[in-house]
């Protein structure tokens, strides 16, 4: 091998290994962490190790220790759900595809020994390359890279799409249960007054109508706690499987009370801008059509020429004549295979590529659109609801209190029935649910701007075009 040869060997092999792809340290997760801790101010962590498991449990027996706070739920499950763990396993089989498609492809190497009649011996190697997979690997590699930069913005959406579920779980939970104490609460009421109307039944004071009507109100919050205690019971469970809580961890405890109404609403300039530069989805998509574009181009770039592959032969043929003599021929050879697109032109695969971009354009347009009216009726909904939550609070809720004491004052003084005290205790309690139901409302309407805001309803699919060679060969043979 002459010396030109030989430095053209060695720069052909750097300049492939400097172009294989590397394994991060972290699987890919720095991206993921860092736009998480941005919008939301939580830490993602993919549990890879027992030592990372280690830690990850004892930071969730130390949230779990005290009454679980909205971001406490969000933290836990960001440690503890093992379906976004297995959300951050695909970010990690998305690095090893990248890393994999950055490869060289490995040579070919095939020896044989022939034996012929007589003294006739033959040997022989053969050494075969596909010179396609080398001379489109820096495309290949270039589409395999955004594809393992669009898997991390995936990573992030799925996160954020978690801690929003974890964010509308936890309320619902927390609601439930406040409204389990309410109605706890006026059925001791209505115990007592039961109690008191059979009493004075007995002796004479109170008639049959009365007694029945207020035994009548006793059951009927009775039904109205049994059928509280059973959307405890499922909203905590639903809470409880989101945060991938199980076995002693199911003792945790909750705040008694929704947070409180805020004094004011926060006031958005435009939704619609904040939108559209902060969600993830859209960014996805964005980031897809650059790749698909770079597929389609390779896919058209490679249409007729599907398969390339050269042979590199050696063979050595040793004859032993009638004298004994040995007679020695080497023969060296190089044969190169390629695929006739006679029948198979390429278009199919062309088409799909162009119509796999095109629907990857149209599902962006789509999106983009439902994203602006999304963010529109999510901040709507949110300033909505705040102003019903703060009206209860502030008129309808002390406006039945009011009521109610006047109506039993003048029960108190016989200018009034127990029918009507009965239907003004009732009047009061359904205002005391509304108007927890509308705290609750509003506090979901925040967790659902959060979500039009920063990442929407779902997390996009992958449109990806296969950029891999086909896998067939030829056989080449000197």
């Not at 595809?97 to 022989?124: C, D, H, K, M, W």
């Not at 039904?223 to 945790?252: H, K, N, P």
């Not at 609403?265 to 969600?279: F, I, P, T, W, Y």
């Not at 990442?455 to 030829?474: C, L």
């Amino acid at each position: 091998m002459s010396a030109l040869s030989r430095v053209a060997a060695v720069t052909l092999v750097g300049l492939l290994a400097a172009g294989c792809a590397k394994f991060t340290d972290d699987g890919g997760m720095a991206p993921v962490t860092d736009g998480v801790r941005r919008e939301i101010g939580r830490d993602a962590v993919k549990i890879s190790s027992p030592e990372d498991m280690r830690r990850a449990r004892e930071r969730v027996q130390s949230l779990l220790a005290e009454p679980l706070s909205e971001e406490a739920a969000v933290q836990i499950a960001l440690l503890n759900n093992r379906g976004l763990q297995a959300a951050y396993n695909d970010l990690g089989i998305s690095e090893a595809e990248y890393v994999q498609t950055s490869l060289p492809p490995n040579p070919a190497i095939t020896l044989n020994r022939t034996f012929g009649t007589g003294s006739f011996v033959e040997f022989g190697f053969q050494l075969v390359g596909n010179l396609l997979a080398f001379a489109t690997l820096p495309a290949r590699t270039e589409i395999a890279k955004r594809e393992f930069e669009e898997a991390r913005y995936r990573a992030v959406a799925t996160t954020l799409s978690l801690t929003i579920d974890v964010r509308r779980a936890y309320v619902r939970a927390l609601a439930a249960q406040q409204r389990l104490a309410l109605l706890e609460q006026a059925r001791q009421t209505a115990d007592a007054s039961a109690q008191m109307m059979k009493q004075l039944g007995e002796t004479g004071a109170a008639n049959k109508l009365d007694q029945a009507r207020v035994s009548a109100f006793y059951a009927d919050l009775s039904v109205q706690v049994a059928q509280a205690r059973l959307a405890v019971t499922t909203s905590r469970e639903t809470l409880t499987r989101i945060l991938g809580l199980w076995g002693s961890d199911l003792a945790y405890r909750l705040p008694s009370r929704l947070p409180v109404l805020p004094a004011a609403a926060d006031a958005l300039a435009d939704v619609e801008v904040d939108a559209m530069r902060r969600r993830v989805d859209l960014i996805i998509l964005r980031y897809e059509i650059v790749t698909l574009a770079k597929s389609a181009n390779f896919v058209n770039a490679t249409r007729y020429l599907s398969f390339l592959e050269l042979g590199l032969g050696f063979r050595n043929e040793v004859e032993t004549g009638s004298t004994g003599e040995q007679t020695s021929k080497n023969r060296y050879g190089i044969e190169l295979g390629i695929v006739i697109p006679i029948f198979d032109t390429g278009q199919a695969r062309v088409t799909a590529a162009q119509e796999i971009y095109m629907r990857a354009i149209n599902r962006l347009v789509e999106r983009s659109v439902n994203a602006r009216s999304e963010a529109r009726v999510a901040y709507a909904t949110y300033r909505a609801t705040y102003d019903i939550a703060r009206y209860y609070q502030s008129r309808i809720v002390p406006l039945r209190r009011q009521i109610s004491s006047e109506v039993l004052l003048r029960y108190n003084g016989m200018l009034t029935d127990v029918f009507e005290v009965l239907i003004e205790e009732r009047e009061r309690i359904n205002a005391n649910i509304a108007s927890l139901d509308a705290l609750r409302d509003y506090h979901l309407a925040v967790a659902d701007l959060q979500a039009a805001l920063i990442v929407g309803g779902t997390v996009p699919p992958s449109g990806v075009i296969n950029t891999t060679p086909p896998p067939e060969t030829i056989p080449l043979g000197l």
